[in-house]
């Protein structure tokens, strides 16, 4: 296979409080520097590496993504490569027709048209004017906004820009195109639409590198991935197991700022406070990870400063990207719950768990007897959990759980079903009676 990138030990270097770097600028900040100097100068920290050593190739016709948490050289790394800014040091070399979607609206002009900004936009990204022509309806159709294709840009939505601007660094046929999280402000619809049209490019050979912190789209979308962590790469290997990597590192930073963190409730205040939330099997024992078809059981434990009488109990299982999987609520399920003076556990059993492959964690929260008012303003948060499912990969279309189903099947052949027919035929009418 032909290699379109090609990233040699690069690194990126940022002089922190520099904003712009004519001669005149850089003397005014030297002599701001002798006079006054800041706090990360005179700890000797005023430089950022935004890159440190980093190296990886992509192939043509293959998918890679960027995994990190903010700051961790991703958008750094495209914009080196789009030759928006260039490295301190290393070797970038680019081999293809390059289309790049960094950041909104970038090479839109806000007082011309869509349409006049579609030929901008198409100029700037290497195409001849004919070339524009012959794939206008294309890019107007896929962006959805042929009603708004004449009104100044400037009145478009976020979402109304991104539509114009990924169809038309898409609809080129670029041999790399770079995406930086744009289809994360686009509406569900577009954000498949989208999905199924990089899917295409891919198909059709062309390389893509990708960035969102999305992680069930970036498996969707990537065969491999680089994890990057302030500036440094950790790993490079397969979504999947770069996907694990990252998010095990992620739960054990969190778990390290939880332990020995302060309770946020205070018990004499609020009169009840949680002290743990748990995913555990029926055993009490907590897995490595759950399976979807095993049952789990969700404990919730708290104090009681006082008779509570009666309360309610709302408990959310979220995933790793934000999205609350489902809700389970007492007063919902019609399920009394008493809470007097002591220490106690809710428990509730989920048979079975049914949560497709990702990872997790659970909120739970008491209420007054209305189901209106918290009685815990902090509520309680389990430690994140790892499910298997079924499903083969985070794509989105995977959904979110795995329902208990039964399946079916009834046939009749053909020559069943004539007969069928032929008893219950009314019968016909004799001429003439």
Request: hydrophobic share 35%; with cysteine.
């Amino acid at each position: 296979m032909n290699r379109v990138i090609s990233f040699e030990n690069v690194s990126k270097k940022y002089r922190l409080g520099v904003a712009r770097t004519s001669l005149p600028a850089l003397i005014s900040h030297g002599a701001k520097r002798l006079l006054r100097p800041s706090a990360a100068e005179r700890q000797g920290n005023e430089t950022l590496w935004a890159l440190k050593d980093v190296s990886f190739d992509l192939e043509q016709g293959q998918s890679m993504a960027l995994v990190g948490s903010n700051g961790a050289g991703k958008t750094t790394t495209l914009k080196l490569l789009a030759n928006i800014t260039k490295p301190t040091s290393g070797r970038i070399e680019t081999n293809g027709k390059l289309s790049a979607l960094i950041e909104l609206g970038a090479g839109f002009h806000p007082d011309l048209t869509g349409r006049e900004n579609i030929y901008l936009n198409g100029t700037i990204l290497g195409l001849k004017r004919h070339e524009i022509f012959k794939r206008f309806d294309e890019i107007v159709d896929f962006s959805e906004l042929e009603r708004f294709i004449d009104t100044p840009v400037k009145r478009y939505s976020s979402g109304m820009i991104v539509r114009l601007g990924f169809a038309v660094a898409s609809c080129i046929e670029p041999e790399i195109l770079l995406v930086d999280e744009v289809l994360a402000v686009g509406d569900a619809s577009f954000r498949q639409k989208s999905l199924k049209r990089i899917q295409s490019l891919i198909h059709q050979g062309t390389s893509i590198l990708f960035v969102s912190h999305n992680l069930y789209m970036v498996q969707a979308v990537c065969q491999k991935a680089l994890y990057l962590k302030k500036g440094q790469v950790q790993m490079w290997d397969d979504t999947k197991h770069v996907i694990e990597a990252y998010e095990n590192d992620l739960h054990a930073e969190r778990a390290s700022k939880f332990q020995g963190a302060p309770i946020h409730q205070k018990g004499s205040e609020t009169g009840l406070e949680i002290t743990g939330v748990d995913l555990v099997t029926l055993d009490g024992e907590k897995p490595e990870r759950f399976f979807s078809n095993q049952t789990a059981q969700v404990r919730v434990h708290y104090n009681a400063y006082q008779d509570m009488g009666s309360v309610n109990m709302s408990i959310f299982v979220i995933r790793s990207d934000g999205l609350t999987c489902f809700m389970l609520r007492t007063k919902l399920d019609d399920y009394h719950l008493d809470v007097e003076r002591g220490t106690g556990i809710v428990s509730v059993d989920l048979e079975p768990l049914q949560l497709i492959t990702g990872t997790y964690f659970i909120e739970a929260w008491f209420l007054n007897e209305e189901d209106s008012i918290g009685l815990t303003p902090m509520g309680g948060r389990s430690d994140w959990f790892t499910v298997k499912g079924n499903a083969r990969s985070y794509e989105e279309s995977s959904g979110i759980y795995e329902p208990v189903a039964r399946w079916s099947h009834q046939h009749n052949d053909l020559t069943a079903a004539s007969e069928s027919r032929a008893k219950t035929a009314p019968p016909s009418a004799t001429p003439g009676k």
